[in-house]
C-alpha cells in the first residue's frame, strides 16, 4: 500500500492537521475514507481517556521509578479509595 500521513500541530496547541496521500492505482477514496474515520475515532478515544484520567499512568510516566504496571494500577486504586 502506498500512503503517506502528515499530522501537524496547529501554533494553539490544540488542533491537529492530518493530511492523507495515497496512489489510487493502489489505494481507493473509500479505502482512505474508511482509515479516517477509524484514525479519527482512535485519537477521540485517546483524547477522552486522557481527559478522565481513565487511563491511569504506566511505568514510562513515571521516569526515575522502577514500578511495575501491577504495582502502579495498585497504588492508583488505594489512593481513589482513601
Known amino acids: 500500500m502506498d500512503l503517506d500521513i502528515t499530522a501537524l500541530r496547529r501554533p494553539s496547541g490544540t488542533e491537529l492537521s492530518v493530511s492523507w496521500h495515497h496512489a ?5 477514496d473509500e479505502e482512505i475514507a474508511v482509515l479516517d474515520r477509524w484514525w479519527r475515532t482512535a485519537l477521540e478515544t485517546l483524547v477522552a481517556a ?3 484520567r481513565a487511563a491511569g499512568h504506566t511505568p514510562s510516566d513515571l521516569g526515575l521509578l522502577s ?6 494500577d495498585e497504588f492508583e486504586d488505594e489512593w481513589r479509595t482513601t
Not at 24 to 28: G, I, K
Open 67 to 72: 514500578l511495575s504496571q501491577d504495582e502502579i
Open 50 to 52: 486522557a481527559r478522565t
Open 24 to 28: 489510487s492505482r493502489l489505494v481507493s
